[in-house]
């Protein structure tokens, strides 16, 4: 988009400064100035606040006419951010017997005697995206008497697709595989990114797939909270584990009864990927970072297919299942045996979480 713009700077001892519009520094294609009167005029100094002029017109209140011209990208081309969406969802499917919750810019999986367990998809799928801002709410998996929250997985997660992947022989996946007569079969692969999977509100799991088939290459790191300290998990291991390779020890920096802030951040290439957690003002505490060592395991990823991936579109697929839970596999945190440590109860009087306030930035959008 091109744009001509004209305006008037007055000298003052031979000086006239211009102030610029953002990005007129960045976008500028030319500029002429044009002085009233008798005298020459020409560019000083350019600054990323305007450009200054210099004239030597005996006039010491002397005036010019600049002329200049910007060519500016159109969201969706050329633009390295694009536009800001306000994410809305249909239902999928519900485990309960009731439909997950869906409001402006989030979804409800219930609370405790409350569950809403099922999973939502995203209206439309997003492409080119530079970042993503959510904020959760686990505290309906916290433990209490007669309910563990151990193996219930609050996903938060977006898979790509050219449409959307609701319902059956539409939903794909990077791993899962359902049986038939369960929702979601059957399920062709597509890549997925796992901004985090939960083993109630104690371990969480970061993840970005990218392969041409089911159980193709990985890359992961894992965090946890205080609320791991029980005798359910392998806690003196957990906290020794904390800042080797792809562990981050979130005690102290996010507490899993109360909300918490998430922000995704792509690169302009998409060579990297970097997931942050906060709370209540807090510093940001990054979980996933591709410049930083991953959790011992993980594959090494061909970085353009998540490239192309953004060409085609992500749909955000959030969920809350009994299905797996991270914790189980590598590392091996989550001891698993039953009796008090049996897993918690999904339906009935099991818990939930929230999803809310979740927008994107992309340069476009599918469906």
Not at 190 to 211: P, S, V
Not at 305 to 325: C, I, N, R
Request: glycine share 12%; with cysteine.
């Amino acid at each position: 988009m091109e744009e001509h713009v004209s305006q008037s700077i007055i000298f003052k001892n031979g000086i006239g400064h211009l102030p610029l519009t953002e990005g007129w520094g960045v976008y500028t294609t030319s500029v002429n100035a044009t002085l009233f009167g008798p005298g020459g005029v020409w560019i000083r100094d350019v600054a990323d606040d305007g450009i200054d002029f210099e004239t030597d017109s005996e006039d010491p209140n002397a005036e010019a006419s600049v002329y200049w011209v910007g060519s500016w990208p159109e969201v969706g081309d050329d633009d390295p951010d694009g536009q800001e969406y306000d994410v809305e969802f249909d239902v999928d499917y519900n485990n309960c017997g009731t439909d997950p919750e869906i409001s402006a810019g989030g979804v409800s999986f219930g609370s405790a005697g409350n569950v809403k367990a099922g999973r939502a998809c995203s209206k439309l799928g997003y492409k080119n995206i530079s970042k993503i801002e959510a904020d959760l709410d686990l505290s309906g998996l916290a433990q209490r008497s007669g309910f563990t929250g151990d193996w219930l997985n609050a996903a938060f997660y977006a898979v790509t697709s050219d449409t959307q992947p609701k319902g059956n022989g539409n939903y794909c996946d990077a791993e899962f595989e359902p049986k038939p007569g369960d929702p979601g079969y059957p399920c062709p692969f597509c890549n997925e990114i796992d901004f985090i999977e939960t083993n109630g509100q104690k371990m969480f799991q970061h993840t970005l797939h990218l392969a041409d088939a089911k159980q193709g290459p990985q890359r992961y790191e894992v965090s946890f909270t205080d609320a791991a300290n029980t005798d359910c998990w392998e806690w003196d291991e957990m906290q020794a584990a904390a800042g080797s390779p792809g562990v981050h020890d979130l005690v102290g920096k996010i507490d899993p009864n109360k909300s918490f802030h998430m922000e995704v951040v792509f690169n302009a290439d998409y060579t990297n990927m970097t997931i942050s957690l906060s709370q209540g003002g807090g510093d940001p505490i990054t979980v996933f970072d591709m410049n930083e060592q991953a959790y011992p395991g993980s594959d090494t990823l061909d970085m353009s297919k998540l490239k192309d991936a953004m060409e085609v579109g992500w749909w955000f697929t959030p969920s809350y299942h009994g299905d797996w839970s991270p914790g189980v596999n590598v590392p091996h945190w989550y001891k698993d045996c039953g009796g008090d440590c049996s897993h918690g109860t999904l339906c009935g009087d099991g818990g939930g979480w929230k999803l809310a306030n979740l927008k994107v930035t992309a340069q476009g959008t599918v469906g």
